[in-house]
């Protein structure tokens, strides 16, 4: 799930995108309702990228309000329960964010395009207006075009199988990893063991891997390939690997790992990853480590 400090980001910069959308209420009340949040993450989904709904937001002008109304993952993936086709599972969490109460959805498009895959259609009144009606209909691709969400045009059918060709040709690096953790007195020592699996049909050459750890309260040593180049980042607790060998398919490369100190209450590490390598896209996102249910070293 993306971190807090990227959501502040995105929304003090007031600025809907073709990943992004600002909700000031999520409405789950009608049929109609549902209708509208299921073509809103067809749309998002059809980027091909992951997404995010921010609930809580003005939509025009990105001023943090705060959640009238509260969700859960469940309630939502049970809406999009086979009306999506490829199916679409999404996170959810409610953050305390600038003084409110917001709640944020993410999900990946991974498989586009994506289409409506209701039995005919789906939805009636909508609970802001009984008078308006809203429906969804079989078959339909809807695509985000600036900040409007829309059914697709021949020319954005066109894009989303231009991107598919594009994804094919790259790599699909994916960063694992394994923990053990060591009690100390009032810290916690975490041993982080990662490995890259490419599930691309490309080979993935130079991969470089930067994580920046939030709350973790230094690194005590890096192994293998791994730096600490914590002084280098205003001595943010930040690594760096650097891997000639090239990663692919389906051989699973293990690049050694990280030793890191948490406080002793801490049940994750949070962090925000960078992964770049020849043939793929560079990807930059929130990591997360559960410490929650693992067996000391």
């Known amino acids: ?77 049970q809406i999009l329960k086979d009306r999506c086709d490829p199916s679409i599972s999404v996170e959810y969490a409610e953050k305390n964010i600038l ?42 691709i809807f695509v985000r075009n600036y900040n409007i969400n829309e059914g697709a045009r021949r020319a954005d059918v066109d894009k989303i199988y231009d991107k598919i060709k594009y994804v094919s040709l790259q790599a699909d690096l994916q960063l694992n990893h394994k923990v053990s953790v060591k009690p100390l007195n009032d810290l916690t020592e975490v041993n982080i063991e990662f490995a890259l699996e490419n599930q691309g049909d490309v080979l993935a050459s130079n991969v470089y891997v930067w994580i920046q750890f939030e709350n973790v309260e230094e690194i005590v040593r890096c192994t293998g390939s791994w730096r600490d180049i914590s002084k280098a980042n205003n001595d943010i ?34 962090a925000r990853v960078i992964m770049s390598a ?20």
């Open 278 to 297: 020849t043939n793929m896209r560079t990807r930059d996102g929130a990591y997360v480590i559960s410490l929650e249910e693992i067996e000391e070293g």
């Open 237 to 270: 607790p930040t690594a760096s690997l650097l891997l000639v060998r090239p990663v692919v398919r389906p051989i699973r490369v293990f690049c050694s790992g990280l030793v890191v100190k948490v406080k002793k209450d801490v049940n994750q590490v949070d």
């Open 1 to 77: 799930m993306i971190s807090k400090s990227e959501i502040i980001e995105l929304i003090e910069a007031a600025e809907e995108t073709p990943t992004l959308d600002y909700k000031e209420d999520l409405h789950l009340e009608t049929d109609a309702d549902k209708a509208e949040f299921v073509k809103d993450v067809i749309a998002l989904a059809n980027s091909g990228e992951l997404a995010h709904i921010i609930v809580g937001v003005e939509d025009k002008t990105g001023k943090c309000i705060g959640l009238k109304t509260t969700h859960d993952a469940e309630q939502l993936n």
């Open 99 to 140: 003084g409110h109460k917001i709640g944020v959805i993410e999900f990946q498009g991974d498989r586009p395009p994506y289409i409506v895959s209701v039995p005919d259609k789906f939805g009636g009144p909508l609970s802001s207006d009984s008078k308006k009606r809203f429906f969804i209909h079989r078959g339909t």
